[in-house]
C-alpha cells in the first residue's frame, strides 16, 4: 500500500489481517488463486510476527485450509485446519467458538474426502458443545443440528436424520421469520429426508414453500433453489412410481422444466 510520509509516497507493507480479508472476499467472489496468494501472504507473515500459537495466526491457517479445501488440496488443507483445530483448543479452548470452526472445517474436510464415518463423531461433538455454549434455540446450535442430519442422511440413517431435522425445523421456526432463508434450507434438507423415508406428501409439504422462499430470495439459478427444485422433480418421479394414476409424472415434468431453466 502505498501512503505518502513526510512528502514523499512511500510503500507500507499491507497488515495480515487486511491480506486475509482481501483473501475471504476473493474467495466469496470466486476468485481462488488470488485468494489464495493473499491467505499464504497472511499466514507467513503472522508466522513471522506473531508465531505459530497466536490466535491471528490460527485464524489465517484456516482461512487458507479452508480455501486449500474449496480447491480440492485435502492433503495440504488437512494440515492447515489440523494445526489451527489443535492451536485453538491449547490457546481458546475447545468450547471457544473460533475452536468449533475449526472442528467444522475439520468435519467437511473428512466428508469431502470420502471420510463420513470419521466425520460423524466430530458434528456429534459440535452439536453438544453449541448447545451447551450457546442454547438449543441459538442459530449456530441449529445450523450444525442442520451438518449432523444432513450427515446422517448421506449416510443412510434416516430416521435418525429425519428426528434430528425435524427438530431443528421447530427450533428454527421460533427464531426465525416465515421468509427466512436459512429456514427454507433446513425445509429442503428435511424435505430429502421424507422423500426417501417414502413420506412423500410430507416430503411435498416441507419442499413447496422452501422453494418459493429461495426463489424469491435468491433467484431460479441459485444452487440452493436448483438444489429444492431437484429433490421436487425426485419427489414427484418416485410418486408416480407408487400411483401411476394420480399425476405426478405431470408435476415431475414441470419442476424438470424449471430445472433445466435454471440450469441454462
Same mark, same amino acid.
Given at each position: 500500500?502505498? =501512503?505518502?510520509?513526510?512528502?514523499?509516497?512511500?510503500?507500507?507493507?499491507?497488515?495480515?489481517?487486511?491480506?486475509?480479508?482481501?483473501?475471504?472476499?476473493?474467495?466469496?467472489?470466486?476468485?481462488?488463486?488470488?485468494?489464495?496468494?493473499?491467505? %499464504?501472504?497472511?499466514?507467513?507473515?503472522?508466522?513471522?510476527?506473531?508465531?505459530?500459537?497466536?490466535?491471528?495466526?490460527?485464524?489465517?491457517?484456516?482461512?487458507?485450509?479452508?480455501?486449500?479445501?474449496? %480447491?480440492?488440496?485435502?492433503?495440504?488443507?488437512? &494440515?492447515?485446519?489440523?494445526?489451527?483445530?489443535?492451536?485453538?483448543?491449547?490457546?481458546?479452548?475447545?468450547?471457544?467458538?473460533?475452536?468449533?470452526?475449526?472442528?467444522?472445517?475439520?468435519?467437511?474436510?473428512?466428508?469431502?474426502?470420502?471420510?463420513?464415518?470419521?466425520?460423524?463423531?466430530?458434528?456429534?461433538?459440535?452439536?453438544?458443545?453449541?448447545?451447551?455454549?450457546?442454547?438449543? &434455540?441459538?442459530?449456530?446450535?441449529?445450523?450444525?443440528?442442520?451438518?449432523?442430519?444432513?450427515?446422517?442422511?448421506?449416510?443412510?440413517?434416516?430416521?435418525?436424520?429425519?428426528?434430528?431435522?425435524?427438530?431443528?425445523?421447530?427450533?428454527?421456526?421460533?427464531?426465525?421469520?416465515?421468509?427466512?432463508?436459512?429456514?427454507?434450507?433446513?425445509?429442503?434438507?428435511?424435505?430429502?429426508?421424507?422423500?426417501?423415508?417414502?413420506? =412423500?406428501?410430507?416430503?411435498?409439504?416441507?419442499?413447496?414453500?422452501?422453494?418459493?422462499?429461495?426463489?424469491?430470495?435468491?433467484?431460479?439459478?441459485?444452487?440452493?433453489?436448483?438444489?429444492?427444485?431437484?429433490?421436487?422433480?425426485?419427489?414427484?418421479?418416485?410418486?408416480?412410481?407408487?400411483?401411476?394414476?394420480?399425476?405426478?409424472?405431470?408435476?415431475?415434468?414441470?419442476?424438470?422444466?424449471?430445472?433445466?431453466?435454471?440450469?441454462?
Amino acid at each position: 500500500m502505498m =501512503f505518502m510520509i513526510n512528502g514523499v509516497q512511500t510503500e507500507v507493507p499491507r497488515p495480515p489481517i487486511a491480506n486475509d480479508l482481501l483473501g475471504t472476499m476473493l474467495h466469496a467472489l470466486g476468485r481462488l488463486d488470488e485468494a489464495e496468494h493473499f491467505h %499464504r501472504q497472511s499466514l507467513e507473515e503472522n508466522l513471522q510476527v506473531r508465531g505459530p500459537d497466536h490466535p491471528a495466526t490460527l485464524d489465517s491457517m484456516q482461512a487458507l485450509g479452508m480455501l486449500l479445501l474449496k %480447491r480440492g488440496k485435502f492433503d495440504e488443507s488437512m &494440515d492447515c485446519i489440523d494445526q489451527a483445530l489443535l492451536g485453538r483448543k491449547l490457546v481458546l479452548g475447545v468450547d471457544h467458538r473460533a475452536t468449533i470452526e475449526s472442528m467444522n472445517g475439520m468435519a467437511a474436510l473428512l466428508q469431502a474426502k470420502g471420510m463420513a464415518e470419521e466425520a460423524l463423531p466430530l458434528l456429534n461433538q459440535i452439536v453438544q458443545r453449541s448447545c451447551h455454549i450457546h442454547g438449543s &434455540d441459538h442459530p449456530l446450535t441449529i445450523s450444525s443440528m442442520d451438518n449432523l442430519g444432513t450427515l446422517l442422511h448421506r449416510l443412510g440413517r434416516l430416521e435418525e436424520a429425519e428426528e434430528l431435522l425435524a427438530e431443528a425445523l421447530e427450533r428454527t421456526l421460533q427464531i426465525s421469520d416465515e421468509s427466512s432463508v436459512h429456514l427454507a434450507i433446513l425445509m429442503t434438507h428435511h424435505a430429502a429426508v421424507l422423500h426417501d423415508l417414502g413420506h =412423500f406428501q410430507s416430503a411435498r409439504k416441507s419442499a413447496l414453500p422452501a422453494y418459493t422462499i429461495l426463489q424469491s430470495q435468491l433467484g431460479i439459478s441459485h444452487h440452493h433453489t436448483i438444489a429444492t427444485v431437484q429433490v421436487l422433480v425426485n419427489l414427484h418421479n418416485d410418486w408416480h412410481l407408487q400411483d401411476l394414476q394420480a399425476g405426478h409424472d405431470r408435476s415431475a415434468t414441470r419442476w424438470q422444466l424449471k430445472l433445466d431453466t435454471a440450469e441454462q
